[in-house]
C-alpha cells in the first residue's frame, strides 16, 4: 500500500506533471551481504533545480515485493545543474533465480529530442541478476564515471562509465532503449542521428557518437553485461542525458590507449599529458579499480598544467591480492575549461596484474619417472598449478605481458594441481611411460580461482635413470591362448663394479597381466657370468593379455648378496593393440609401455583365404586407422615396431611383435547433435523450432529426429513428436488453451540402424507475457470497448488480484477473477467513475519456466465516459 501512495502522491503532487521534470540519468547497482542477502544502490542524476528531487525511492525486487530505499547521503551538486542521490536499501530474497529489479520515478525532462512527448515518459531503470550456487556470490560492476558530459554538434561525442567489477568478471556493452513506465521500451524511442556513426565499444565501454547533427536534448541507454565462465550472470542499464550545444571549442586530446602488464609485487609508472588546440586549461581525471581497491598503494597525481595542456602520472604499488585474469581498466577523462562550453575527451588504458613465476624448480629422476618440486606461490589467492612438460630443452623467455606458456614452445600442459601447498610432482606419463634416453624439461605456473596464470620460470630438466639391467626387447614369438610365448632381453651390464659383485648371479624374471600392476615373480636363473641376456616366457595366452616384464640381477656372492642397482629397476611391455569398432572403419591404438623409442610401426592385416599376415601401411604414430572395411566381418592384425635405446653410450636398435587383434566394423558411431534454435511467436501461441541436419556437416545417414519438450524446469522432459526424414528440420509446437507458452525444448538425431545422437542444446523460451491490461476503455454503453478487460493468453492465468484507484487514492475496483469484466461502475455502488486517469495495482499468478510466479502489473487505465471530470473529494 505505501507503494501505491508514493505513486499517486507524485502524480497528485502536479497533475500537468511539469514540475516533475527532472530525471536525467541513473544505473541500479548491487552488493552481496550474505546468503540470499544482497545491497542495492541506486544512483540517479536528475536536473538540480527541481523541485520534484525525492528524499526516496521506491524500488521493486522482481519477486512481487518493493521497497522505499531512503537517501543515502546527501545529494551532491555538480557543475551544470546536475545533482547525483545515491539511495540505497536490502533485501532478502526467498531463493534462488532470475531477479529484475527495477525504479521507476516520473519524470523524464521537458523536450529529450528522441523520446516523444518526454516529459509525460515514466523514467525507469533497470538490472538484472541471478542467484545461483554453482555460479556463486556476485557483485555488480561499479559505474565510477557520472554520466554528466555535454557534446558539440560536428564534434565526436565520447562516453565511457568506467565500469570496474570487484570480482573480477568479464564486461560486455551495447546499446539498448530507454525504458519507461514498468520498465518496458520506451513507444517510438529512436536513436540520435548521427552523421557517421553510433555505437558502444562492446569491449571496452565507450560510448561513440560520431556525430552530432543538430543541437538539444537526448536520451542514450547502455547495457552492461555480466559473464563468468562463459555464462552471463547479470547486466545493469544506464540511462543518461547528453546535452547537444552548438560552439566553436574544441575537446582536449588524450594520448592514445596504451596497455601495461607488471608482475604483482612491482611498481608500475606512466605518464599522460592531455593537449588543447584552444588552449583552454585542462583538468584530468582518471576512474578505475586500481584507485578504489587498493588503498592507497594506486594513486593519480596532476604534474604540471598550464594554457593548452596537463601533465599527469599513475603510479601503482601492487601485490598477490591483485592478481586477475582481466586487465584493469583506467580510464582518463580531460575537460577543458572554456568559457562557451567545456568538452571532454576519454581513452582508456590497461594494467595487467601477472603473478610472479613459481621459484625453487628441480627435477629428480629414477629410471621410471621424474618429480618436480617447487616452492609454495607467495600469491595467497592462488588454486593450485599447472605442469608443462616436453622433450628437449627449449628455453622460454616471456615478455612482460605473456602469463602462462604459450603452445609455440612445444610445452605441453600435462597436469592441473589443486591446492597452493601441494608442491610436487611426480610425472611417469600414465601408461604410456617415459623413455629412456630422452630428456624431459618442466615449467611450472600458479593458477588462479578466476583463469588468471602467473608467469613461467627456466624450465628444469631430466633424464630417466637407466634401470640396470636395461630392457631392450619384448617381442611375441608365438601367438597363441594356451603355448603362446614372449622374448625378453636385455643389455649386458658393463659399467658396475664386478670387485663389489663378483657373481655368481641370479637372474630374476618378474611379469604382470596388466600396464597399472606390478609385476611379480614368475622365474629365475643361476649364471656365472652377465652374457645370458635374453628370456623366453613360454605357454602363455598371447591373445589376450598384455604382459609387462622387469629383470633384476641379484649378486650371490656368498655372505656378500644383494640386488645389482637396487632401486633402479625398470619396466616393458609387449605391444597390444587396441581395437575399437567404428562404421566401416577399425581405430588401432598401439598400447604400450616400453624405455625406448619407437620410430615406425608397420601394419599387417591377415588374409583371409592364406591367413598370412599382409602390410598395410606404417606409421610413426601410436594409432592406425583401416577404413573402407565391411561392417560385420572381423579383421586381425599384428603390428612391429621399430625402435632405439640409448644405454653406456652404445645404441641399442629393436623391433617387436606385437599380441594379434581382431575387430569387427560396425555402425555405433552415433551422429553429431543437431544446433536448435527457438523462435516464440506470442501472438499465435507458438513456438517454432528449427535445427540444422548433421548429414551437412558431420554425419551421412541421419533419417530422423525426436523433439523433447519440458514445460517447466523441474519437470522431466517428455517426447513431443517424431519426424521421419532427415531434411524435416522445423517444427511448428503450438501451444493447447490452458498451457502456458514457457517451455524447454531438445532435439536428438537418429541414423538408419537406431544410434543416437548427444542431445541438441537445450532451449528455453520464456518471453510471452501470458496476461495484459488494456490502458483505456469507454464505458458508455456502446457496446465498442465498454469494458476494462484482461487479455488472458490460453487462459493460462487462473488467479489475479486487481485494484484499481482514482488519482487519490480510493479505491474503485477490485477483482481476483483473471477474466474479470469492469463496466467502470464504481466498487459497491451503481456509478459509473468520472473521466480521468485510474492508476491501478495487479498481482498475477503467471506459469513460467520455474513454475507459478507473481507478475507485479503497475499501471494507468484512461476511462472516457460522459460522467463529469474528477474533482478533489472535500474532507466532511
Known amino acids: 500500500m505505501k507503494k501505491i501512495l508514493i505513486f499517486l502522491a507524485i502524480l497528485i503532487s502536479d497533475i500537468s506533471l511539469v514540475s516533475a521534470t527532472h530525471n536525467r540519468a541513473g544505473e541500479i547497482t548491487y552488493r552481496h551481504i550474505s546468503g540470499l542477502t ?35 547521503i546527501a545529494p551532491v551538486k555538480l557543475p551544470d545543474y546536475y545533482q547525483m542521490n545515491v539511495y540505497k536499501a536490502t533485501h532478502t530474497f526467498p531463493g534462488p533465480g532470475i531477479y529484475e529489479i527495477l525504479m521507476q520515478d516520473p519524470n523524464r525532462n521537458l523536450g529529450v529530442e528522441n523520446i516523444p512527448n518526454s516529459v509525460n515518459v515514466v523514467f525507469s531503470i533497470k538490472t538484472t541478476f541471478i542467484i545461483n550456487s554453482f555460479i556463486g556470490d556476485n557483485n555488480s560492476p561499479l559505474l565510477l564515471n557520472p554520466p554528466k558530459d555535454r557534446a558539440a554538434l560536428g564534434h565526436t561525442f565520447i562516453h565511457n562509465p568506467s565500469a570496474f567489477d570487484p570480482d573480477g568478471d568479464s564486461l560486455s556493452y551495447t546499446l539498448t532503449v530507454c525504458s519507461e513506465q ?13 552523421s557517421d556513426t553510433l555505437f558502444v565499444n562492446a569491449m571496452n565501454g565507450d560510448l561513440v557518437w560520431d556525430a552530432p547533427v543538430d543541437t538539444g536534448t537526448y536520451n542514450i541507454a547502455m547495457k552492461i553485461e555480466e559473464w563468468r565462465k562463459g555464462v552471463k550472470i547479470g547486466s545493469i542499464v544506464r540511462d543518461m542525458q547528453i546535452d547537444v550545444y552548438r560552439t566553436d571549442n574544441n575537446p582536449p586530446v588524450n594520448p592514445e590507449t596504451m596497455s601495461f602488464c607488471v608482475e604483482a609485487g612491482k611498481e608500475i609508472e606512466f605518464s599522460l599529458t592531455t593537449t588543447d588546440a584552444d588552449n583552454d586549461l585542462v583538468t584530468q581525471q582518471m576512474t578505475g579499480g586500481p584507485l578504489i581497491n587498493a588503498g592507497d598503494s594506486a594513486t593519480f597525481i596532476i604534474d604540471s598544467s598550464g594554457r593548452g595542456f596537463s601533465s599527469s602520472t599513475f603510479i601503482w604499488k601492487t601485490n598477490c591480492s591483485h592478481v586477475r585474469r582481466l586487465p584493469y581498466q583506467l580510464v582518463l577523462k580531460s575537460e577543458d575549461i572554456n568559457s562557451d562550453i567545456s568538452l571532454v575527451d576519454i581513452d582508456n588504458y590497461y ?14 629422476s629414477t629410471s621410471t619417472n621424474i618429480t618436480v618440486n617447487w616452492d609454495v606461490s607467495p600469491c595467497t589467492k592462488a588454486t593450485g598449478y599447472a605442469v608443462y612438460r616436453r622433450a628437449g630443452y627449449y628455453e622460454f623467455n616471456h615478455d612482460s605481458c605473456q602469463f602462462g606458456v604459450p603452445d609455440t614452445t612445444g610445452y605441453e600442459k600435462i597436469a592441473e594441481i589443486t591446492g597452493r601447498n601441494v608442491t610436487s610432482f611426480e610425472d611417469g606419463n600414465s601408461a604410456e611411460g617415459l623413455l629412456q634416453g630422452i630428456e624431459y624439461c618442466y615449467l611450472i605456473t600458479v593458477l588462479f580461482a578466476d583463469g588468471a596464470e602467473s608467469f613461467a620460470p627456466q624450465p628444469v630438466c631430466a633424464s630417466l635413470i637407466p634401470g640396470l639391467p636395461a630392457l631392450t626387447n619384448v617381442s611375441v614369438t608365438t601367438h597363441d591362448t594356451v603355448v603362446g610365448e614372449i622374448f625378453v632381453s636385455w643389455a649386458r651390464p658393463v659399467d658396475f663394479d664386478t670387485t663389489a659383485a663378483p657373481g655368481p648371479y641370479i637372474v630374476k624374471i618378474y611379469r604382470s597381466k596388466s600396464f597399472n600392476d606390478t609385476p611379480q615373480p614368475i622365474d629365475s636363473f643361476y649364471t656365472a657370468s652377465l652374457a645370458d641376456t635374453t628370456y623366453y616366457d613360454r605357454n602363455i595366452n598371447t591373445f589376450e593379455y598384455p ?10 656372492t656368498p655372505g656378500s648378496r644383494f640386488e645389482i642397482g637396487e632401486g633402479f629397476t625398470e619396466v616393458a611391455s609387449s605391444l597390444y593393440i587396441d581395437i575399437k569398432s567404428r562404421d566401416n572403419r577399425l581405430d588401432l591404438n598401439f598400447m604400450k609401455k616400453v624405455p625406448w623409442v ?21 606409421t610413426s604414430q601410436s594409432f592406425y586407422i583401416d577404413s573402407m572395411l565391411a561392417n560385420g566381418t572381423e579383421y586381425c592384425y599384428r603390428v612391429v615396431s621399430y625402435g632405439w635405446r640409448s644405454f653406456d653410450s652404445t645404441i641399442f636398435f629393436n623391433s617387436n611383435v606385437s599380441h594379434i587383434g581382431c575387430g569387427t566394423p560396425q555402425d555405433n558411431t552415433p551422429p553429431c547433435p543437431p544446433v536448435l534454435t527457438v523462435q516464440a511467436l506470442c501472438d499465435s501461441s507458438t513456438n517454432i523450432l528449427t535445427w540444422t541436419n548433421p548429414n551437412n556437416y558431420c554425419s551421412d545417414d541421419v533419417v530422423r529426429y525426436q523433439v523433447y519438450y519440458a514445460m517447466t524446469l523441474n519437470v522431466p522432459y517428455d517426447s513431443l513428436t517424431s519426424t521421419f526424414r532427415d531434411i524435416d528440420t522445423v517444427y511448428s509446437h503450438v501451444i493447447p488453451d490452458n498451457l502456458q507458452l514457457a ?26 507475457y501470458l496476461y495484459e ?8 454503453s456502446d457496446d465498442i470497448n465498454s469494458f476494462f478487460m484482461a487479455y488472458n493468453r490460453n487462459n493460462a492465468v487462473k488467479k489475479i488480484d486487481l485494484k484499481v484507484y482514482n488519482r487519490w487514492g480510493q479505491l474503485v475496483y477490485k477483482s481476483t477473477d483473471p477474466n474479470f469484466k469492469w463496466d467502470g461502475k464504481i466498487i459497491n455502488s451503481n456509478k459509473i467513475v468520472s473521466p480521468g486517469v485510474y492508476y491501478y495495482l495487479c498481482d498475477v499468478e503467471e506459469p513460467r519456466l520455474n513454475g507459478i510466479f507473481i507478475r507485479n502489473l503497475t499501471g494507468f487505465v484512461y476511462v472516457f465516459t460522459n460522467e463529469a471530470p474528477q474533482t478533489i473529494p472535500q474532507p466532511e
Open 38 to 72: 544482497y545491497e542495492f544502490t541506486i544512483t540517479t542524476y536528475t536536473y538540480s533545480l527541481s523541485p520534484a528531487n525525492r528524499n526516496e525511492l521506491t524500488i521493486e525486487w522482481g519477486d512481487n515485493t518493493s521497497s522505499v530505499a531512503p537517501l543515502y
Open 182 to 194: 514498468n520498465g518496458l521500451p520506451i513507444a517510438d524511442y529512436v536513436f540520435p542521428e548521427s
Open 351 to 364: 594494467v595487467t596484474v601477472i603473478a610472479p613465476a613459481p621459484t625453487g624448480l628441480s627435477a629428480t
Open 547 to 556: 604382459y609387462v616384464y622387469s629383470v633384476k640381477i641379484i649378486n650371490n
Open 598 to 618: 619407437n620410430t615406425q610401426y608397420v601394419v599387417y592385416k591377415q588374409n583371409p583365404s592364406t591367413l598370412d599376415f599382409d602390410s598395410i601401411g606404417s
Open 743 to 768: 517451455g524447454c525444448y531438445y532435439v536428438v538425431a537418429f541414423d538408419s540402424v537406431g544410434n543416437q545422437s548427444p542431445p541438441s542444446n537445450i532451449v528455453c523460451v520464456d518471453e510471452c
Open 773 to 780: 491490461l488494456p490502458n483505456v476503455f469507454t464505458p458508455n
